[in-house]
């Protein structure tokens, strides 16, 4: 079978195996009642010794269960399963596999959200305003890739608010964090890169659309949500080709 389009190389899909596994386990325990909702998962050493897998895997298994709606992490004090989600459409961040998926998550995210932010920048309100604002602050702010996931989706959300119609703040709830791009990716690919660069460019395209929403400039919201969302595409196919490419042995004597 073709490896072509995997974002993960083959020393890499036993550890990703495991955490789809160990996924799976979490969260029959939680269908099962095993552990209820509002509990508290147990501590990463406490699964890693249950199972006998990795930091890596426990990490990567709980982020699964965050972007899929079932568990949040509360920094500082532990993972927390959630209210069971309602049964309706929801991507599996298990099936958003290769580079063609991500793809085509990103075009669907262009199809939703261009138009989204230029319903947003017309019916705005200032709390709604502020919510964004504070969402690209946290963005800033955030020191560890988790958090960062979080506010980035944080303030797509609050532009799905702002349009005043329910059926985009319902799917982007749907969609969860799995629409964003760095939650499918692995950390090892992405600290090759420059992550201060990045970070900065993701800053100054997030704050180009909010300036435009905030003078309710419709067309300008829109171009602006456009050229991020394609952006990230653009980024993301650039990673892929790197990581594909063998290093070039040394020549040196």
């Given amino acids: ?49 249950r199972h006998g897998v990795s930091r890596t895997v426990v990490r990567e298994a709980i982020s699964r269960l965050q972007a899929a709606g079932i568990v949040e992490t509360r920094h500082g004090i532990g993972t927390f399963v959630l209210d069971t989600p309602s049964v309706g459409f929801r991507i599996d961040p298990a099936t958003i596999v290769t580079l063609r998926d991500v793809m085509a998550v990103l ?8 138009e989204a ?6 019916r705005r309100t200032p709390e709604q305003l502020a919510a964004m604002q504070a969402a690209l602050e ?41 629409i964003i791009p760095r939650t499918r990716l692995d950390s090892a690919y992405i600290a090759r890169t420059d992550q201060q660069h990045y970070q900065d460019r993701l800053n100054h395209e997030h704050q180009n659309i909010y300036e435009a929403i905030a003078r309710q400039d419709t067309d300008g919201a829109r171009a602006a949500m456009r050229l ?25 004597p």
């Avoid at 932010?117 to 017309?122: E, P, Q, S, V």
């Avoid at 979080?150 to 702002?162: G, L």
């Fill in 138 to 178: 946290r963005f800033g702010h955030a020191s560890h890739a988790s958090d960062a996931v979080a506010a980035d989706f944080q303030f797509h959300q609050q532009i799905a608010i702002a349009t005043g119609n329910r059926y985009f703040t319902d799917i982007m709830n749907h969609f969860g964090t799995s």
């Fill in 107 to 114: 075009e669907l995210r262009v199809s939703l959200e261009v």
């Fill in 228 to 252: 991020h969302l394609n952006n990230s595409r653009e980024r993301l196919r650039k990673l892929h080709e790197a990581v594909e490419q063998p290093e070039t042995p040394s020549t040196a």
């Fill in 1 to 49: 079978m073709s490896n072509e389009g995997s974002l993960l190389p083959l020393n890499r899909r036993k550890s990703r195996s495991l955490a789809q596994d160990l996924m799976a386990e979490l969260s029959k325990q939680i269908t099962n009642g095993l552990i209820k909702c509002g509990d508290k998962l147990p501590t990463e050493s406490e699964i890693m010794e």
């Fill in 117 to 122: 932010a230029g319903l947003a920048a017309g």
